[in-house]
């Protein structure tokens, strides 16, 4: 079965201090994996995918096979990086659904 | 690209009413998701599609839920009788094979 889990529900940190939003996985085969945002009250925007490799935003997300793992990580927060964060895995073929976390809201004080 | 387009973005109906949601997939996608969201659950898959034809309902609550794609770009979601427990945003998401998941802005609903 696949499932995603997000262990923490909320996560305040001062601006500037490093952030750490954890997630691990569990899948049989070779996922794919993402992190969604959704800043207050719009859609979800695609954030982040392993196979990409990229940093956007700042943010950046390493795979862990080994630790089922995809922690998503920035240096130094913002305070426009409030918002909820999901993380999402996608097994199979191609055109079977995401599965998601149920969210971690980040919110970055001043 | 308009992007997907889900209507209306606000529902507010009483318990018992029908409720039909809309949703305008970005074109060229093949494949619709429907999912809802609510603080106690996060997001829950209630049915999607591969080109128009529904794989995996599953999700879908009850025989109340029922959803229909009657072609490439226009699928809805009806919910008939509406309760109280169903108001949550609902959220259609689209996809074409192999590129990532792109979300509408979702339907609130609240069934008093």
């Known amino acids: 079965a696949q499932r995603v889990t997000q262990p923490e529900k909320l996560l305040s940190v001062f601006k500037g201090a490093p952030v750490e939003l954890k997630c691990n996985y569990s899948?049989?085969?070779?996922?794919?994996l993402f992190w969604y945002v959704q800043y207050s009250r719009q859609r979800l925007q695609l954030l982040l995918r392993?196979?990409s490799r990229e940093s956007i935003k700042g943010f950046t997300a390493d795979l862990n096979k080994g630790e089922t793992s995809f922690h998503l990580k920035k240096p130094f927060a913002q305070e426009e990086d409030s918002a909820m964060y999901y993380c999402?895995?996608?097994?199979?073929?191609?055109?079977?659904?995401?599965?998601f976390g149920k969210g971690t809201r980040l919110s970055v004080i001043a | 690209d308009a992007g997907v387009i889900q209507s209306p973005r606000h529902e507010v109906t009483e318990m018992g009413q029908e409720v039909t949601l809309r949703c305008k997939p970005i074109?060229?996608?093949?494949?619709l998701f429907w999912y809802r969201q609510t603080m106690m659950r996060g997001l829950e898959l209630l049915i999607y599609?591969?080109?128009?034809?529904?794989?995996?309902d599953s999700g879908m609550p009850e025989d109340r839920f029922s959803a229909k794609m009657p072609n490439a770009s226009f699928s809805t979601l009806k919910i008939q009788p509406s309760e109280p427990r169903d108001s949550a945003v609902y959220f259609c998401?689209?996809?074409?094979?192999?590129?990532?998941?792109?979300f509408g802005n979702g339907t609130r609903l609240t069934v008093t």
């Open positions: 998401a689209s996809r074409r094979t192999g590129s990532p998941l792109h």
């Open positions: 899948y049989s085969g070779s996922p794919e």
């Open positions: 392993h196979i």
């Open positions: 999402a895995l996608s097994g199979g073929s191609g055109n079977t659904p995401l599965v």
């Open positions: 074109s060229g996608h093949n494949s």
């Open positions: 599609f591969n080109n128009n034809v529904p794989i995996d």
